[in-house]
């Protein structure tokens, strides 16, 4: 692929879909569409749902007759509902196909009921930690299922795939477009339906990824700050957070005010249409957007590269 292509991001949660159109015009990228639809019935991630193709085709559709796409590359980024996620040592002299024959034992160990040849197992390896011998890396696992229906939604709409990823590691690539943050260390939380995750990033790249469940649909905050004091244990090199962003659904200022106060650090919200040029016609819809940080993942993945 191309650097500087035309490219549709698309981020799904258990409940919604939302698409952005990144086209690539005098040597900058403009967004040329946003849009949302809500699906008739909400997935159920506990069983995987056989009607899951049929219920993101429509509301895809939905979109796509009201604006017609300009773009033949689309990526998807999902909630952290539809993904399994581990944190293991690992030996980072190992082959390729010898680490994801390790992570695949690993899964099992944690997922015995589960066969990890239904997985799509990708990693992240973290920073490594100062003065620490062993390596880590986080274990983002994926059903195919899911997988085959983003392929086969492509293909009928003769779309090329180029991406499925993680709806906080998408939202994460907006941050090397802020230039004021230079590469520093930060923090960043992401807020799904039913659960959130945070990264810990030192130079952009995570020193920690973590995946937990919401506490009636809010941020728990006491947990969260347990969970930062032992990540600056692990990492005393990191002495403060130099930023830290927040996005993801269901976030109000109250929220976020909340972590602030007790958690002394000042989060801020992601906008993402700040950090990509709008179209005139796009630039009126963005702004009667309730919520702008919903759409971060969106984007982020429409910006990815490699």
Not at 95 to 118: G, M, Y
Not at 124 to 129: A, M, V
């Amino acid at each position: 692929m191309p650097l500087f292509e035309n490219h549709v991001g698309v981020s799904l949660s258990l409940d919604k879909i939302r698409l952005v159109e990144l086209v690539y015009s005098d040597n900058e990228f403009v967004l040329e569409n946003v849009d949302e639809e809500s699906f008739e019935d909400k997935l159920n991630i506990s069983s995987i749902d056989k009607n899951f193709f049929n219920i993101l085709q429509k509301s895809f559709l939905e979109i796509t007759t009201r604006r017609a796409l300009k773009s033949k590359n689309i990526s998807f980024s999902l909630d952290p509902e539809f993904f399994k996620l581990f944190k293991v040592p690992f030996d980072n002299t190992l082959l390729q196909k010898d680490l994801s024959e390790h992570l695949k034992w690993e899964f099992t160990k944690l997922h015995p009921k589960l066969s990890a040849d239904d997985y799509l197992l990708q990693n992240i390896e973290l920073k490594k930690r100062e003065n620490f011998p062993v390596n880590f890396t986080v274990v983002l696992c994926l059903n195919k299922k899911y997988v085959e229906a983003i392929q086969r939604l492509c293909k009928s709409n003769e779309l090329i795939l180029r991406y499925v990823d993680y709806s906080h590691t998408s939202a994460d690539v907006l941050l090397r477009f802020n230039k004021s943050l230079k590469g520093l260390n930060g923090l960043s939380i992401y807020k799904s339906n039913e659960s959130y995750s945070f990264t810990l990033l030192d130079d952009y790249k995570p020193a920690e990824l973590i995946k937990r469940k919401l506490i009636d649909n809010k941020l728990p905050i006491d947990e969260i700050k347990n969970e930062l004091s032992t990540i600056m244990v692990n990492h005393p090199g990191l002495s403060s957070f130099l930023y830290a962003f927040i996005s993801g659904v269901n976030i109000d200022q109250k929220e976020i005010d909340e972590m602030n106060n007790s958690l002394n650090i000042k989060f801020k919200r992601k906008d993402p249409f700040n950090e990509v040029k709008l179209s005139d016609e796009i630039s009126s819809l963005t702004g009667l957007i309730e919520n702008p940080i919903e759409y971060t993942p969106a984007i982020g993945i429409a910006l990815r590269l490699f």
